[in-house]
């Protein structure tokens, strides 16, 4: 079973752009969080989608957003980017919503760096 | 706010000795803690979980404590293996699923041959 990918592995934008980060789950997973991750901050959790709806989010500003489709990818956007965004984001997949107890599958991470 | 504190950001331990990783909290309502582990351009994988029912959770070489009236849980492994080299997360969650989940810095262990 292939595990949770993510697109690009790497990208490097300049401050005021937006991205869009992309995360396909596990076959079968119908669950898709995303995270950031800084130095010394750890994980940070974004928000969660399930069945195209968005079930949590975290504390983040309103320029990070995300979306899912009917085949359970997901999407993840930043609009007006900052120097403080630049970090690792991942996704994790799960088959249900997350209740804190779950195993999460994570994926590799997209590397964004903003100049 | 870091609720979640990994105060070592790295451990170094010699081949076949025990590599002791600590996490602390400071919210009482977690319920449930687990460890990750991440090796360079990969993503968390889950190591081990334990519930605040209890105080020891054992998965082979890998043993977590938790000591809840000191909000402290600990990774346990032996014995250490060169393969282990990796950053550790803890992360403690209450209820509210994934609103809920802190994770630490995480801490970077390296096994030395």
């Known amino acids: 079973k292939a595990g949770v990918t993510q697109t690009p592995r790497y990208l490097i934008k300049t401050r005021g752009q937006q991205v869009t980060l992309s995360c396909s789950p596990i076959s079968g997973h119908r669950s898709v969080s995303w995270y950031q991750q800084t130095p010394g901050q750890g994980l940070q959790f974004l928000f969660e989608?399930?069945?195209?709806?968005?079930?949590n989010k975290g504390n983040f500003p309103g320029r990070f957003s995300g979306r899912q489709f009917s085949n359970s990818r997901s999407e993840m956007n930043v609009s007006t980017l900052e120097l403080g965004d630049s970090a690792l984001y991942l996704c994790?997949?799960?088959?249900?919503?997350?209740?804190?107890?779950?195993?999460?599958?994570f994926g590799p991470g997209t590397r964004l760096t903003v100049l | 706010d870091q609720q979640v504190k990994q105060n070592s950001p790295s451990l170094s331990v010699q081949e076949g000795r025990i590599s002791i990783l600590n996490c602390d909290y400071t919210n009482s309502m977690f319920d449930y803690f687990l460890w990750y582990k991440k090796y360079p351009a990969e993503g968390p994988t889950f190591l081990i979980s334990i519930s605040s029912i209890k105080d020891k959770n054992e998965d082979g070489r890998f043993t977590v404590f938790l000591n809840k009236s000191a909000k402290h849980l600990s990774l346990h492994i032996v014995p250490s293996q060169p393969g282990d080299s990796a950053v550790y997360f803890c992360?403690?969650?209450?209820?509210?699923?994934?609103?809920?989940?802190?994770f630490g810095a995480g801490t970077r262990l390296t096994v030395k041959p």
């Open positions: 989608y399930f069945s195209e709806t968005q079930r």
């Open positions: 994790a997949s799960s088959p249900v919503v997350t209740s804190g107890t779950d195993t999460q599958y």
């Open positions: 992360a403690a969650s209450g209820s509210g699923g994934n609103n809920d989940m802190r």
